[in-house]
């Protein structure tokens, strides 16, 4: 079935470091992919999105990018600052049914100053 | 324009209490789900509501009963609340332009 892996947290990392969070995916045909942030106390938002092969996702400086042939979708962040520590959750929704949401596990993602 | 909302926020119920937990949205969206956040495992889905009237099982539907009541609003009842179902609970939704799923805040539940 599909499914979501995202490497396990938390990481850590001094301000300005450079973020890569490892996402990859299990599924039929071709999904949706999206990275979900989760603040503290708070609900999940929408950080960006890709709906097909080679698209990019992009938003507040995070960016991913949908690779078919290796089924990743790997969230990258060339200088982190404290204000983006939270849990960070990939996902995909189906093509043949936008009801399913498939989340990974989540990565909490520590910046210290 | 406040999106998805969620009462209460916090509730601590007894083993063998029942609740409902409120759910509203007001972006005009077809669709709504019921969520549940436990440590290490993301998100799992409890039931889904593809369109008023409708009302579909997820991945973890036992234990749980929703309803429709109207567009807007999608709530989740816990009859006989157990320890196992202490858990953070989140409502989204979705329009028929995309997949994408909006969040509330949540609501997080403690059964003791």
């Known amino acids: 079935g599909d499914s979501v892996t995202q490497m396990e947290g938390p990481v850590t990392l001094s301000e300005e470091a450079f973020l890569t969070i490892n996402c990859t995916y299990t599924?039929?045909?071709?999904?949706?992919l999206f990275w979900y942030v989760q603040y503290p106390g708070e609900g999940l938002q929408l950080l960006l999105k890709?709906?097909?092969?080679?698209d990019k996702g992009s938003n507040k400086g995070f960016e991913a990018t949908y690779r078919k042939e290796t089924t990743s979708f790997h969230l990258e962040k060339g200088s982190v600052q404290v204000s983006d520590s939270a849990v960070y959750f990939c996902?995909?929704?189906?093509?043949?049914?936008?009801?399913?949401?498939?989340f990974g596990s989540g990565t909490k993602l520590n910046v210290k100053p | 324009n406040a999106g998805v909302t969620q009462t209460p926020k916090f509730q601590v119920l007894k083993t063998g209490q029942s609740m409902t937990l409120q759910c509203a949205q007001d972006?005009?969206?077809?669709?709504m789900y019921w969520y549940r956040q436990d440590p290490g495992m993301g998100l799992r889905l409890i039931y889904y509501?593809?369109?008023?009237?409708?009302?579909d099982k997820g991945e973890v539907p036992n234990g749980y009963n929703v309803s429709r009541l109207n567009k807007r609003e999608f709530s989740l009842r816990l009859e006989s609340a157990a320890p196992s179902q202490t858990s953070v609970y989140f409502c989204?939704?979705?329009?028929?332009?995309?997949?994408?799923?909006?969040f509330g805040p949540g609501t997080r539940l403690t059964v003791l």
């Open positions: 989204a939704s979705r329009g028929t332009e995309g997949n994408t799923q909006y």
């Open positions: 996902a995909l929704s189906p093509l043949y049914n936008f009801n399913k949401f498939y």
């Open positions: 890709a709906t097909k092969a080679d």
């Open positions: 972006m005009n969206h077809n669709s």
């Open positions: 599924a039929t045909g071709y999904p949706s």
């Open positions: 509501s593809a369109s008023e009237g409708t009302t």
